[in-house]
């Protein structure tokens, strides 16, 4: 049966035959540039391709080959150069692709080199495992890193469900007015919605989340940042304000917690980059990064940069800078429609964020 994939399914395999053809994991800085000065050299790929079976790959840049070995016995040697070639060619490939396609060429080359799919299994968010050589310290660690590609449509960074959802008071309206709102059945009836509650003098208070996984979740990064991502969903709902810079401002001059503003985007950060690098909304979280290397991006050009640990900074700032609030269904994942509890009128706001 032939391998068919999307965009950012191919964009995986990409970056596998990057590499290998490089030998080398540069770094980028908040505006996703290529450092030159800062790369790690790449010691081995590992690719676990069925459960319990794992193939090793070693780029050796001076000798201009990669090794592939199953079980410290060498299978086969290829030229670095052919790995580059089959790189390019699978990037034009990409690049012209549409929805879910086939690279037949590529698919050829990737079974003489033992894969059979497209994406390894994984229990993680970690797309593919590299041993690097942090040639600062000379530790030669396997990490694992996420892989997220610019070729295709921008990929979600937290998917929506009713596991996002938090919760409102509508203060200020009565409840037979409910009937009313929710009959608003329009092509924009989320936007709708929102302006009939403020038009018709409802505001919205903060009450609670509704999945007690991921509000203690969210407290692991800050005991107020439940809080403070109410604010900015509040604020995305009734404003349209979508990207976290400038979410990041409205918190900073709404000030619920009475801090600075270095302190509101310091922790937006730090949810950001909790979300990308291990933490999920129903799954209890211990704090520790799933993705233990950090983020590698496929850019639009071809290159293939890498944040890591020693790069953090810039990560967390590419990521305040690179993603938004987007509304998902509201069928599916249950929001956006008053209901009565207790006498009072409330409201479900959903939270999903997507790179932009």
Known sequence: MAITGNKGEWSEV?????????GKLFAADDQLNRIEDMFFPILKIIREETHGIS???????????????????QLTCLSSTVFDEEANHLFSAIASGKSA??????ESFIRKIYMSKLKAPSSDKSD????????????????????????????TLLN??????????????RPTEIDTINAINTKNKLIDRMAAILEKGGSLTYIRMENVTFKNNLTMIDSQMPL?????????????????????AHVSQVNPLLCSAD???????????????????????DGTDEASGGYIIVKTD????????????????????????????????DFCTLYEENGKVMVKLNLQIRFS
């Open 263 to 285: 302190f509101y985007k310091h922790k937006i950060k730090d949810l950001l980059c909790a979300i990308a690098l291990g933490m999920k909304p129903a799954t209890i979280w």
């Open 302 to 333: 071809g290159d293939v940069l890498a944040y890591h640990i020693y790069n953090r900074d810039a990560f967390r700032s590419y990521l305040l800078k690179n993603t938004r609030l987007e509304k998902g269904s509201s069928s599916k994942h």
């Open 228 to 248: 403070i991502v109410a604010e900015m969903l509040r604020h995305y709902y009734t404003k349209n304000v979508f990207d976290f810079v400038g979410l990041a």
């Open 160 to 173: 929506a469900g009713k596991t996002t959802n938090f919760i409102y008071e509508v203060v200020g309206l």
């Open 55 to 73: 193939y090793e790959y070693y780029p050796d840049t001076e000798a201009g080959e990669v090794k592939i070995f199953l079980n410290d016995k």
């Open 128 to 155: 593919i495992n590299i041993q690097i050589h942090d040639v600062s310290t000379g530790y030669k660690n396997v990490v694992g890193f996420s892989i997220k590609s610019e070729l295709g449509s921008p990929p």
């Open 101 to 106: 396609f086939e690279v037949t060429r590529t």
């Open 14 to 22: 990409y970056t596998f035959l990057r590499l290998l053809a490089g």
